[in-house]
């Protein structure tokens, strides 16, 4: 089992900077891949951006250039650096965790946290 904890979020200025961060906790599980997506009011949930543990990133075209995923795989935590945030970006962030989990037996499960707020306007 794995719980994810989101913070970071609220109102920025267009043009401004956010960093969210999620911490992963559970017992019996190995992380694979953690990253954020978002979801906007009617839109279906995107992805933002992954890492996995070899440090290979995957960023949707919109971040790219604007935005920064990092890890930090001692304590579990995914970070994401947003930087000339437009209103565009104005969403729902979800931090992902892909993992091996006992559930009795090992297998790959996705989590997701229970999202945060950014919201993008002057």
């Known amino acids: 089992q794995v719980q994810l904890v989101e913070s970071g979020g609220g109102l920025v200025q267009p043009g401004g900077s956010l960093r969210l961060s999620c911490v992963a906790s559970?017992?019996?599980?190995?992380?694979?891949?953690m990253g954020w997506y978002r979801q906007a009011p009617r839109k279906q949930r995107e992805l933002v951006a992954t890492m996995d543990n070899a440090g290979v990133t995957n960023y949707a075209d919109s971040s790219k250039g604007r935005f920064t995923i990092s890890r930090d795989n001692a304590v579990n935590t995914v970070t994401l650096q947003m930087n000339n945030l437009k209103p565009e970006d104005t969403a729902v962030y979800y931090c992902q965790c892909a993992a091996a989990v006992r559930a009795p037996r090992w297998s790959m499960t996705n989590y997701w946290g229970q999202g945060i707020q950014v919201k993008v306007a002057s």
């Open positions: 559970g017992s019996d599980f190995t992380i694979v891949l």
